[in-house]
């Protein structure tokens, strides 16, 4: 494709933007205000609108407007099972669902006790910054054209696996994937 999903315009205006969310992106853009020509600058805007990438970061419920952009965290009670005893769906601006999972999924883990001498040591059993690196990569990388599905992240006794819609961007395939990366969403990246 010749142009970018991310930075096609959605049917949500810019006036409709939340004020709170606003704030949010003007801050993670180390910006003063998130005023119309800056949003249109970081191609979160097109025009009066927001782009798909705009929408992930400033709508409440981004599912809403561009489909199943949530993560389902789904737990498994064996490593071979395909029928979950629960999940959890987690929707909201993708840098409040990003927080959100990695936060669940932490919390369904649990820790494990260290004891080294004479101190004790509480251990995540997935070192956060591994889990949220995973759980980040798979948000801003995944197909948002693929609508109908959402990241998954599956928890079983011996792994947790997290899995992104859609296939390898361009120019990357399975056999130069060591050494080709592509971006697939920079907006959303950025």
Avoid at 123 to 140: F, G, K, M, W, Y
């Amino acid at each position: 494709s010749l142009s970018r999903y991310e930075l096609t315009p959605v049917d949500v205006k810019l006036s409709d933007v939340p004020r709170d969310l606003r704030r949010e992106i003007a801050a993670a853009l180390r910006l003063t205000r998130a005023t119309p020509d800056r949003l249109r600058a970081a191609e979160l805007a097109s025009d009066d609108c927001l782009t798909v990438a705009g929408a992930l970061y400033l709508t409440p419920v981004p599912a809403r407007v561009l489909g199943k952009t949530f993560v389902e965290v789904l737990r498994y009670r064996d490593d071979v099972t395909v029928d979950y005893d629960r999940r959890d769906q987690i929707d909201g601006p993708l840098h409040h669902v990003l927080r959100e999972t990695v936060r669940r999924v932490l919390d369904e883990l649990g820790s494990d006790i260290v004891v080294l001498g004479t101190q004790r040591y509480e251990l995540p059993r997935i070192p956060e910054v591994v889990l949220r690196e995973a759980i980040a990569n798979a948000l801003a990388h995944r197909s948002y054209e693929a609508a109908g599905t959402a990241v998954r992240v599956e928890l079983r006794p011996s792994m947790v696996v997290v899995r992104s819609p859609g296939g390898l961007p361009e120019p990357v395939t399975v056999e130069n994937i060591r050494e080709t990366n592509a971006a697939r969403n920079l907006a959303v990246i950025r």
